[in-house]
């Protein structure tokens, strides 16, 4: 089991930027899948964001070329940057990993083991 942290949430101005980080612990190694999810108020929990271990990225529609998803295996930590930020970005943004040396991504909740506690953005206009 891996144990996952989340930081760098806050509070941001439309238009500015953020970036998450998720350090990982446990039994950790570089053949991980690496997602990040968000989950706006009466919303359901959403994907936002994925790096294989191959480094193979996926994104979805609403943030592509905001954020960018990347990974430092030496520090086993992911982040998310995001850019040009909008109030419908506002969510709790989760970290989530799971082990796989499959060579494409992984989008489902249910496709991840391992889950942070979350960190909370909020976007002011």
């Known amino acids: 089991q891996v144990e996952l942290v989340e930081s760098g949430g806050g509070l941001v101005q439309a238009g500015g930027s953020l970036r998450l980080s998720c350090a990982a612990a446990?039994?950790?190694?570089?053949?991980?899948?690496m997602g990040w999810f968000r989950q706006a108020p009466g919303k359901d929990r959403e994907f936002v964001a994925t790096?294989?271990?191959?480094?193979?990225?996926r994104y979805a529609d609403s943030v592509k070329g905001r954020f960018t998803i990347s990974r430092d295996n030496a520090k086993n930590t992911a982040y998310l940057q995001m850019n040009s930020l909008k109030v419908e970005d506002t969510a709790v943004y989760y970290c989530?990993?799971?082990?796989?040396?499959?060579?494409?991504?992984?989008?489902?909740?249910?496709?991840?083991?391992?889950w942070g506690q979350g960190t909370q953005v909020t976007v002011s206009s």
């Open positions: 446990g039994r950790t190694s570089s053949s991980y899948t």
């Open positions: 989530a990993a799971r082990s796989s040396t499959w060579l494409g991504t992984y989008e489902e909740e249910s496709d991840y083991v391992d």
């Open positions: 790096i294989s271990w191959t480094d193979r990225i």
